[in-house]
T-cell receptor
Framework: EPEVTQTPSHQVTQMGQEVILRCVPI?????FYWYRQILGQKVEFLVS????????KSEIFDDQFSVERPDGSNFTLKIRSTKLEDSAMYFC????????FGPGTRLLVL | RKEVEQDPGPFNVPEGATVAFNCTYS??????FFWYRQDCRKEPKLLMS???SGNEDGRFTAQLNRASQYISLLIRDSKLSDSATYLC????????????FGIGTKLQVIP
């Protein structure tokens, strides 16, 4: 069964450093999303991406965040200068009808 | 009012019990409704979509009441493996899905 994959599974970084989280969506899906989940809180929408551009972004997705689809398979989320409050689980998702989620990247900012 | 509201629980139930979860949503224009299951520190996994006519998948039954903006999930004959957090998810229609998650309801099935 096709699945969304994400790398790395865990990342520890120092405050102020840049991180890139990678996702490979399901191959025939057209819409891609990034979500985050702070420990103990709900899943929050960050950004959606379609046809090589952002379709919608939330208030959380400020200038420190960017997304890219550098080739036909990868979909990346970059955080330019990480803050302590960026520590969370980051999920990538893709869909045709219903959204399927990747296993997530656990980001810890020290 | 929260966009998607759920009782966070936990609901502690014995094996074999029937348990029901409810969810309310604030946006009356919402068109798509889902229940996802999330195990501890894992990704949300689709349990079932929810349709106006109601739908059933084995021991799981989902209902939607658009007039009351209310969604329910019923689990019959609970198994230990049903222990997880159940996320109510509400969104728009169409290919691009803007969805909103509830906080989730934690279920613990006890032997």
């Amino acid at each position: 069964e096709p699945e969304v994959t994400q790398t790395p599974s865990h990342q520890v970084t120092q405050m102020g450093q840049e991180v890139i989280l990678r996702c490979v969506p399901i191959s025939n899906h057209l819409y891609f999303y990034w979500y985050r989940q702070i420990l103990g809180q709900k899943v929050e929408f960050l950004v959606s991406f379609y046809n090589n551009e952002i379709s919608e972004k939330s208030e959380i997705f400020d200038d420190q965040f960017s997304v890219e689809r550098p080739d036909g398979s990868n979909f990346t989320l970059k955080i330019r200068s990480t803050k302590l409050e960026d520590s969370a689980m980051y999920f990538c998702a893709s869909n045709v009808e219903t959204q399927y989620f990747g296993p997530g990247t656990r980001l810890l900012v020290l | 009012r929260k966009e998607v509201e759920q009782d966070p629980g936990p609901f502690n139930v014995p094996e074999g019990a029937t348990v029901a979860f409810n969810c309310t949503y604030s946006n009356s224009a919402s068109q798509s409704f889902f229940w996802y299951r999330q195990d501890c520190r894992k990704e949300p996994k689709l349990l079932m979509s929810v349709y106006s006519s109601g739908n059933e998948d084995g021991r799981f039954t989902a209902q939607l009441n658009r007039a009351s903006q209310y969604i329910s999930l019923l689990i019959r004959d609970s198994k230990l493996s049903d222990s997880a957090t159940y996320l109510c998810v509400v969104g728009n229609s169409g290919g691009y899905q803007k969805v909103t998650f509830g906080i989730g309801t934690k279920l613990q099935v006890i032997p």
